[in-house]
């Protein structure tokens, strides 16, 4: 008897992680989203809420390492005072939950998007992002970009 008690305890623990993971996972989906909004519509604030203060990005094409909550702010106001910049898109195919509910990894593709009297650029390809809860928050900790594909003048090496 003890041994069922035990595993219908232990089923129980499980789903109920599961469905916290379910969750969990929504939120950073969502969260994603609103980043998106923020980029295409130029409100940075959106685009900062979830980035911790210690974000890191790697850059697609430059490989170059973007460090600071602050750095990145700049690094987006200056994309959106660029006429030809349209947007960054970041499509998240998985994303998981840690096994305590504290970090968590997004996998999916990113397109870069620039208007210009010419052609245009679009560029894109494979990103990661590493998500860590702090006092009930998502933050978004680092992202990583690896550039697969590039058409258009903003590619020129």
């Known amino acids: 008897?003890?041994?069922?008690?035990?595993?219908?305890?232990?089923?129980?623990?499980?789903?109920?992680?599961?469905?916290?993971?379910?969750?969990?996972?929504?939120?950073?989906?969502?969260?994603?989203?609103?980043s998106n909004s923020g980029l295409l519509t130029r409100q940075i604030d959106k685009v900062m809420a979830d980035l911790s203060n210690?974000?890191?990005?790697?850059?697609?094409?430059?490989?170059?390492?973007?460090?600071?909550?602050?750095?990145?702010?700049?690094?987006?106001?200056?994309?959106?005072?660029?006429?030809?910049?349209?947007?960054?898109?970041?499509?998240?195919?998985?994303?998981?939950?840690?096994?305590?509910?504290?970090?968590?990894?997004?996998?999916?593709?990113?397109?870069g998007v620039w208007r210009d009297s010419a052609s245009g650029t679009l560029m894109g390809g494979d990103y990661q992002a590493h998500w860590s809860k702090r006092d009930g928050k998502w933050l978004d900790r680092a992202e990583i970009y690896v550039t697969l594909h590039c058409q258009g003048p903003v590619c020129k090496p």
Not at 61 to 74: E, P, Q, W
Not at 78 to 86: D, R
Not at 87 to 108: F, K, L, N
Request: glycine share 8%; with cysteine; aromatic share 10%.
């Open 54 to 111: 210690d974000f890191v990005l790697v850059g697609g094409t430059s490989g170059i390492a973007h460090a600071g909550k602050a750095l990145m702010r700049d690094y987006y106001l200056e994309s959106f005072k660029e006429p030809a910049f349209v947007t960054y898109i970041r499509t998240p195919s998985q994303i998981a939950i840690s096994d305590d509910g504290v970090r968590a990894v997004e996998h999916g593709t990113w397109q």
């Open 1 to 34: 008897m003890l041994m069922i008690k035990s595993l219908v305890t232990a089923w129980a623990v499980a789903f109920a992680c599961a469905a916290g993971a379910a969750d969990d996972a929504e939120t950073v989906r969502a969260l994603r989203t609103e």
